[in-house]
Structure formats: C-alpha cells, structure tokens
C-alpha cells in the first residue's frame, strides 16, 4: 500500500491566520464590554441620590438659577423618558462628548487629553521596569539550589507585601527630600519619572517574579530541556533559549491584570508625587463632587484597560500558539 | 584513528538517599548494539545519562572506567562534556511531545545543534536539516520542518526527535525508551530507523522495559534490577536461556507469549475463595449500529466511531484492540452510559440502555449501575484526591446499598479479595505503589458486585511484573465471581492473553471481529494482518516485525484527541 | 518475588510522625495574625493609652520608653493608635473579603456549573466587572455613594470580586472534568450527591489560600483608599488614615509615616506565607 497523502498548509501562515481571527474576535468583544460599561455607568448616574441635574450643574457647591436647572434639563433631556436619555447619551459618547468639567470649566475629553500623557509614561515606565526586575531575579536564580532560590524567594515575598503608596512616601522622604537625588515632584523630566515608577515597579516585580520562578522551575524539569542539554547546550542557553519562552507564559497572562493594578496605583503615586495625570484628575474630582469627570474619566480608563487585555491575550497567543492546536 | 568503543566498567550512582547503580560493566563495539533492560527504579535511565554526564548535580558518579573512543569520560568538565554531547553521543528521550520544546518548530530544533557545534553556514545547515528528515523518513521536509511537535503525529515527531540527535553523526546513540508511548505500526516503523543507523555503522545503546523491543535490535542484553546486574549476556541467550530467577520472571510475565488461562506472575498470595458456577453465555451487553461525531471549531466533522457492533456475554471478555484514534475508548464509553451516540444503541440485558438523544435517561440507567463496574488506565485520577483507601471504598459500597454497619467488615472482604494487606486501608492513594492503587481501584469495582466491568487500558501504565500480576487477578476474579470484562486495549499482547473474543478497530470502524485464536492465528483482514506483523516478538516465537510503511492517513486521526469528546454532563 | 515486597520498593513507607509544628516562617506568621485578631478584640491587652486623647505637650516625640513608636502631631501614641486600628483595618478585610467571596462564589458557581450558555453569559458579565482596574471601580462607587466605612467596604469588595470569580470558575470547570467525578457517576451516584459531596469541597478548597491571602490584599486596598482620604476619616486610627496624616510631617517625624505602613507590610506577609503553608498542607506536600 502506497502512503497516502493528506495536504497540510503553511504553519506560518495558518498561525498569522489564527492570531488575526482571534484578534477580530477579541476586538468585537471588547466593543459589547464597553457598551455594557457605558451603561452600567449611565445607571449609576441616575441611581445616585439627589439631583443629577443639580450634580451635573455644580454639585452641592454650585447655586444654578431655576433657569439655567430648566435650561440643563432640557439640554441634557432629562425632562424625556429613561430610553430616550439613554439613547442620548449613548450618542453624545459616540461622538467624543463626555460632558463638562465643572469644577475645571472643561471639557472632559481636554481634561484627558493634556493629562492622560503622563500617565500613559508612568504605567508603560513601570511595566517595563518591572518586567526588567523580573527577568534579572529569576532567569539566572531559578533551580539554583535552595540557598540561593530561598534568599531571591524571600525578596520577591517581601517587595510584593510593599503597599506602593508607603513605598511611594518612603521613596520620596529617602531619596528626594533626604538625599535630594530626584525631584520630589513634577512629570516633565526624567527624573521625576523615576521614583513613582519605582515605588508602582517594585511590587509588582515581586508579584510577577514568584509566578515566574515557580514556572521558571517547573519547566527546567521538562524533558525538552533535558534533550536541550543533550545537544551540548550550555546552561544560560537551554535557560534563555528554551525554558524563558515558557516560564513568561503565566507572568505575561498576569501582565493583563498588571496593568490594571499599575492604573490603580498611578492614582495614588500621582498624588504623592504631584505628578500630572488623569489619576490624581480622578481622585480630585471625586473629591469636588465632579460627576461628569469622574464618570467620563472611568470610562476611557476602562477603555484603555480592555485594549491592553486584549494586547495581552494576543501576545500570549503568540508566544503559545498551542491552544490553537487544541481547537484544531 | 580511535576506535570507537564505549567501554564501562563498575559504574556506581549514589543520590542523597541511597545508592542507585552498583558495578554495572559493559563494552559497546561499533555497528553493535547494548540493551540495558528493567523494570522502574533498576537504575537503567540514571546510567544512560551518565554516559552524557546528566545525571544531575546530585548524583555522585564513579566507575574504574568510562570511556568512548579512546576519550576518558570521567571527571570531563562542563565545557568539555558540551562538546561531547550532540556531537560524538546522540541522545533520544520518549514521548517527542514533551521531549521536543512544543514551542519550537522541529526544524529549528534540529538546527540548534548544528548551530551549537558550529557546522557550516547557514545554508548548509537547513540542507543538512531537510537531508536529515528525509533520512528518518518524513515527507514533505520543508513544510513539516517548520511544524511544531503538537502539529506532527505521534510518529513524525519521534522521527523528528530522532533526526536532531543524528544531527551530526554521532558515533554512540543512546535512546532511551524511544518507542514507547508509540502505537504497535508506527513503533515498527521507527524500530526500522533504529536498524538502519546502526546499519550506518553508528553503534546504539537501548534502554527499555520492553523485551520484545529489545529483541529487535539487541546484540547483547543486561538486566538491572534494583541497581544491580541480574543477568548479562549475548541477547539470543538471555532471552531464549535466561539463567536468573528474576529474568525468567521478567519472560514469564510477557503476555503476547502465553495464551488464554494460564498465569503470568509467579505465585498468589492470600485466601482463595471457591469459585462460582459461570452462568455461560447469555447476553449481557449489545452495541448495534453505534455512531458519534465530533464538530470542530474549523467546521470539520469527525466521525470518530461508525458502524460498530459488539456483543458481551457473562462471563466471558471481549477485548477491543486499536491504536491511537481507532475510537475504542469513545465506544466504551458510550458501552457506559456516560456519553451518549449519535446513531445506534446499546442494550443491557435486553433493555434500552444508551440511545441518541437522551432517550434513557439517567434516572433510568442509576438503579443498573451497581452492575457495571469500570476500571481505568490511571487510577489515581478516578479517585478523590482527599479520600483514603477506607473511604473510597465506603464510599462506592454506600452506593452499592450496603448500610453503614456491615461496611467496615466489607471493606476489609474486599482488600482481601483484591490481595492487598489490610493495613493500607488508611493510607492515601498518593502513597501506594501504582500496581496497589489499581488494586484498589478493582476493590472498588467488585464493591457492587457487579456483572460486567469495563476495563479501560488498565495495565498499560504498569511495569511488566505488576502488570502480570495485576492480570492474573483479573483472571482470577472472573473465575470466582462469573464477571464478563470489556477489556480496551492497544496492546495486542495483553489482549490475545485476556480475551475470548476479539474486536479490531480502526479509525472508528469495526475492522475484524472474531474469537480470540482465530484471530490471532489467522486473521482476515489485512489491516490486522499488518498489525499482528508490526507487534515485536520474543526470540524464539517464530514471528519476524513486519514493517508496514508510513500511513499519513493514520497519522492524522493519531492527532485526533478523543478525550476532547468527553464532557460528562452531570 | 511477591506483590507486597515489590510494591514496597516502589513505594517506601511514610514513618509515622509525631505531630509536626509547622516551619519557622509560616509559624511566624500564624502567631502575628493570631496577636492581630487579640489586639482587634481586646486592645486593652496590649495598650492602655487612649488612641483618641490628645496631648500636645507630648507632640512628635519619637520613639522611646514612654510612647513606644512615638506620638504624632497632636501628642497622640502611635503604638495604641495602631492596636486600636487593627480592629478597623481586619473589619475591612474580612468584611470586604467576604463580600468578594459571596459575590465570586455565586458567579463561578454559575459559570462554572451552568451550561455552556450560562457559562458565556456569565463570562461576559465578569468581562464587564473586570473593565474597571479595582481602585477606579472603587472611586467611582465612593463618588456615587459617598465615602465612608461602609461604602469603603461594599468598593473593597466589589473590586475584589471579579479576580475571585474567574477563580473559582476555572476551579469548578477544572473539578468538572476530572476523572473522579466520572468515576463517581460511573458508581451511580446521583447528581445532587456529587456536587455536594465531591465537586464543591474540591473546587473550594484551594480557595482557602486565597481568601487567607484575600484579607491581607483587601486590607491594603482598603488602607489605599483611606490614604486618598476616602475611608475613615481622621482622627480614626486607621492605618491608611494615620499614613496620609503623617505625610506632611515625613521629613521630621518619619516615624507617624513608617509604622502604620510597617504594620501593613507586616499583615500583608503575614496572611502570604500563612496562605503558602496551608497550599503546601493541602498539597500534601508537608505532613
């Protein structure tokens, strides 16, 4: 009996393939999640006690005239039926319109475009820095022995237990206004860029590097590691060249979240150091009763986050296309 | 002009615990070939990576002598081992899935070497690549190169593996257990790329469990057991006229070699309970017409069982014998009533037992469970990770019926039944050996007192010893308490051993059926013609390996995953 | 060569042990929590000093015999001001943590229990809840509700939630699948039978670890919130609280700052490597 042939396509091209069905897929996905923030955003506007015309028009702060309440009610449509508001609304966010600023006399979207820059900086600073940390402790430490595996253990446990806010505080009292080495506050230079990252960095280092080394170590007991150093290996090479790919599989599933712990703690950092961006913009204007802000700014937030999800899930399948094999 | 010979003499391994090879000496001419030979824990694997000095750094290695081509392979530094590893000894592990970096296409892996010793350019290389997996017999070089080992058949990607550590023509190959894993064609075919290196002139050292695999390649054979040299010798010799009690044993427990009734294991220990009279022949369990298809994510549909039909009878077994995607698991499955068919039914004792559509449901099918048992490949996956022994069994015989008084008292019955002491009752399946957690899971089996269990693959993950003596109780259950067994099976061996009548399946069909030596002495299919010829044999038996050549077909359904198919409903 | 000789060499057999403390760190840490939950309800056990009276005589003096981590600006001591706020801070956590838990288990039960379409739904759902990062889900239920203790702890809770239900989801899904619960309905066990007896004490006991883990995590966040002022409000001796009043005060008095936040750090290792030892229990990796 002659071998039969069965016809088998492209690997490289099926993978590209794959990822550009998934990322339509994913995509498509995140435009229905943010349709349900939106709503869900909507409600809590109109579930909050009081007024909204009154929240919408200054807060408890604020004395509208009976004219300008009417005039803001029927600009708002808030004289019209639920759906109809809804459908507004929807519409005015279609449209970029997130509303106004009260207590800054803006529009919401100027507000987030002078202020988001900088935070986009401190987030993608601190992911990287973190990132950096991870791969030096882990990748030369890991399956060392217990000496050495324990000491960079008990780091990693320590730097995770560091809330980023005193971490922040205590930075800044050694470093900025003990040794005077960084600014103690500003978002234009460098420097200033570099003891927020940290204090977001460190932390999340320590989180991300005990998944790493427990992976790391797991997969340095493979079997295909084992045939690596049959080929005449040497032992950084079977570890960067076979084992990283692996062992960054969890650390990466985990960057999705990261980043999102990373946004949190921009607000915090932000006002600490004083630093421009939509966090410390968030939390003052949760402070000022700023409506229009608070709820225009979560949005793009979550905006911002579900695209970074879906980047993410996107590298994992990448690095790991075996999933689709699965399915296959 | 060295002569390469590996040459070992008293080669001990010591770990923290104790020592795990003691005085193992062999000599490995060129073009020959060695067989280290053993059951798990005889030390075999642990020699054969000190050979390329990976034992691991916790091993304490010595020896009056190791050397390979006139090198000295004691004490060899780190560097000097590197240049020695891929270059002078080749290296295959089992089971290419996890022994090649699933991440990485082959070819690339088989490029790491030649990139690591610094062979030509780049050009160069990927001729010698594609050159390389012709060699071992893969079509289509320059698409499968860049395949990763998930999208490559359990026998291209051994083949794969198998090119990436001839790589450079080493003159030493060692593999290790490099066909297990494999099914019985596919394993032939790549015993045959093991001739045709040696054949090349390279010389081959083999580790394995499996004698009969041994027999196809070996020139000499030495036992380990425990560490130790049991027997050593010229291959004919050993496995024809073994001089050891331990070797004899060894021969003794092989199955394909000894027919239907008689005992594999040397002797039996504890109470012999008199045997029942067999209520001979009626039917118990029919499969008519039996169908399932599977709908991929890509739109494809697989039809992973067609067409088939069985018939139980008390008393006796039936064995279904396939390889990987023949769909024998899935029928047995839909035989239990845990997965339903898409056509066809099957009927228990006459009744409706599993039609499509949920027709019988489950509240009918519950009060007949206590009448069929089940039995898997790996038991300690069926078993609640937090329970004891004494529970698992409470447990099954709460469900059985039995009221909590008379429990303790049966549990114990039954431990005994099953030949196990009744001290482990306490113990967690964690800490027993694998030939006592299927012991217990048997327990749980008889604890309804069933009429029929269904036996999926349950020796295949055992050594050969516990294998035969896990078979023997099996026997002798039957005998004592009239069961019929569904036993599944790819192991041709184990099923011409246990069965009275015999299904063949391929790719979801019925290929053959018939009563056990017909068909084995003359089957009528030529699909079971090429497979009885594929299976290895001991010296001795008359039987020469008959290699089929490559099937790409087969190859495809061996992607196939059965078990994706199995969302229990509950 | 019988069954009993040959299996016991495959398998040694565990030496009967006598009850077995547990490591030194994990040991550490059990101890820590247990004086945390003391000082949460009895205060009085460890401190006399009022955490509330004022005294600014005795303003910013560091640490030392009579104040034993110093006072803070209005003379108040520091120490009985962190053991009267450790029963603020575990009422968080725990409160917080079980809001999440309740709120995860419903949903990953459901998930996770439900037919595939159920499972989608709920998918989305948390898709949904997963959208916010935690502490701006947290600011915008405070600016819709207020600040305060209890929206502290329904914002602490709701961001929680959805970490903790994918959670669990993927536990149920996973124990679904395994080969006892087949093995268990192959028996004849009825369906209600499993579930309750075999798939909901397997799925949740992983859980343990993280909701140990869970309290140390809510009580930062909460800490966090308090710190933008959004919690407790000052003069309550809440640790976040105390953190944000001392930071104006960092360059000469560092200890109002470091202690509070010291004590965070400590709960928060604490509740870890408690969470890690009883993994490693479970695991059956330790006796």
Known sequence: MTTTTLAVTDPRRERLAALGRRAVIRLAGGV????????????????????????????????????????????????????????????????????????????????????????????????????????????????????????????????????????????????AFGLRWFPPAGSDSFASLILPALSLAIPLAGFIAQVTRESLELTLDQPFILTARTRGLSDLAVRFRHALRHALLPGVSLSGWAIGALISGAVVCEVIFSRKGVGRQLYQAVQAQDLPLVIGISLVVAAGYVLANILVDLLYQWIDPRQQEAAA | MSDKTLTVEGLNVAFDDGSVVRDLSFTLPPGRCVALVGESGSGKSVSARCLVGLAGARAKVSARRLSFAGHDLLDLSERQWRAVRGKDIGFVLQDALVSLDPLRPVGKEILEVLQTHGYGDRHTRTARVHELLERVGVPDVELRARQRPGQLSGGLRQRALIASALALDPALVIADEPTTALDATVQAQILEVFQQIKARGASLLIISHDLAVVAQLADEVVVLRH?????????????????????????????????????????????????????????????????????GPDGLVRQVVQGVDFTLRAGRTLGIVGESGSGKTTVARIALGLLQPDEGEVLYRGQPWNRPANVVSEAVRRPLRGEISVIYQDPLGSFDPRWSVAQILDDALQVAGIEAPARPARIAVLLDQVRLPAALAQR????????????????????????????????????????????????DLQDELGLAYLFISHDLGVIRHVSDDVLVMRHGQVVEQAPVEQLFDNPAHAYTRRLLGAVPRLPGSGAELVVPPLDLVHEAFDLFDETRLWKIAI | MTDLTHDQALAPLRRQRHLKLPPLGASLAILFLFALLLAALAPGLFTRIDPLAIVPRQAFQPPGWAHWLGTDQSGRDIFARIIHGARQSLLIGLAATAISMVIAIALGLLGGLGGARVDRAVGWLLEVLFAFPSLVLALLFVAVFGSGVGPLIVATGLGGAPGYARMVRGQVLAVRNAGYIEAARALGHPTARIVLRQLLPNAMRPLVVTLTMGVGQAIVWASALSFLGLGARPPAPEWGTMLSMGRDFIANAWWLTFFPGLFIVLTTLATTVTGRYIQQRLEGRLP
């Open chain 2, 428 to 475: 967690r399946p964690l800490q027993l050996s694998g030939g006592q957690r299927q012991r217990v899971a048997i327990a749980r089996a008889i604890a309804s007192e069933p009429k029929v269990i269904i036996c999926d693959e349950p020796v295949s993950a055992l050594d050969v010893s516990v294998q035969a003596q896990v078979l023997d109780l099996l026997a």
């Open chain 2, 227 to 295: 560490g130790e040299v049991v027997e050593q010798g010229p291959m004919q010799q050993v496995l024809r006229q073994p001089r050891h009690p331990y070797t004899r044993a060894l021969l003794a427990a092989v199955p394909a070699e000894h027919p239907r009734g008689s005992r594999l294991s040397p002797e039996r220990v504890g109470v012999r309970i008199e045997p029942r009279a067999r209520s001979h022949g009626d039917v118990l369990f029919e499969g008519r017409g039996l169908g399932k298809r599977y709908l």
């Open chain 1, 32 to 175: 229905l999640v943010l349709w349900a923030v939106a709503t869900l955003t909507f409600f809590a506007l109109r579930l909050m006690p009081g007024d909204p015309v009154l929240a919408i028009l200054g807060g408890p702060s604020g004395n509208p005239t009976p004219e300008a309440i009417e005039a803001a009610r029927v600009e708002y449509g808030l004289d019209k039926p639920l759906a109809v508001q809804y459908v507004f609304y929807l519409g005015r966010l279609l449209q970029g319109d997130l509303g106004v600023s009260y207590s800054q006399h803006l529009p919401v979207t100027r507000v987030l475009a002078e202020q988001g820059g900088a935070t986009l900086e401190l987030t993608i600073a601190a992911l990287l820095l973190a990132w950096v940390l991870v791969l030096l402790l882990t990748v030369v430490t890991a399956g060392r022995g217990r000496l050495v595996g324990g000491i960079a253990s008990l780091a990693e446990t320590l730097s995770a237990a560091l809330p980023h806010f005193w971490l922040g505080v205590v930075l800044l009292a050694v470093f």
